[in-house]
């Protein structure tokens, strides 16, 4: 069993950076893959960024890529996203999933998901 807690989401203007972390209890937090999705209002959920259990693999979307770093300690029980020039379309409430199979992280289908935590971008 792997409960996530997301934090560090708020109101950013365009251009600005935040960090998103997600803090998991379990003790086999190092043996999941691990992802953010996000949600805008009226929209599907989408896939943003994946990270393999170890952290040597990494997965991004297409319109994050370049902007957004994820990462893990795995010493911490942390998975984080850090965002730079954020764009107002990234306003969404970003999830936090874990699963053993990485594929089903990025599909969107993680057995397990913290509740989220809103990011809104000014323009």
């Known amino acids: 069993q792997v409960q996530l807690v997301e934090s560090g989401g708020g109101l950013v203007q365009a251009g600005g950076s935040l960090r998103l972390s997600c803090d998991a209890s379990?003790?086999?937090?190092?043996?999941?893959?691990m992802g953010w999705l996000r949600q805008a209002p009226g929209k599907e959920r989408e896939f943003v960024a994946a990270i393999s259990w170890s952290g040597g693999s990494t997965n991004y979307a297409d319109s994050v890529k370049g902007r957004f770093t994820i990462s893990r300690d795995n010493a911490k029980n942390t998975l984080y996203l850090q965002m730079n020039n954020l764009k107002p379309e990234d306003t969404a409430v970003y999830y936090c999933?874990?699963?053993?199979?990485?594929?089903?992280?990025?599909?969107?289908?993680?057995?397990?998901w913290g509740q989220g935590t809103q990011v809104t971008v000014s323009s």
């Open positions: 379990g003790r086999t937090f190092s043996s999941y893959a």
């Open positions: 999933a874990a699963d053993l199979s990485s594929l089903r992280v990025r599909s969107g289908a993680a057995g397990y």
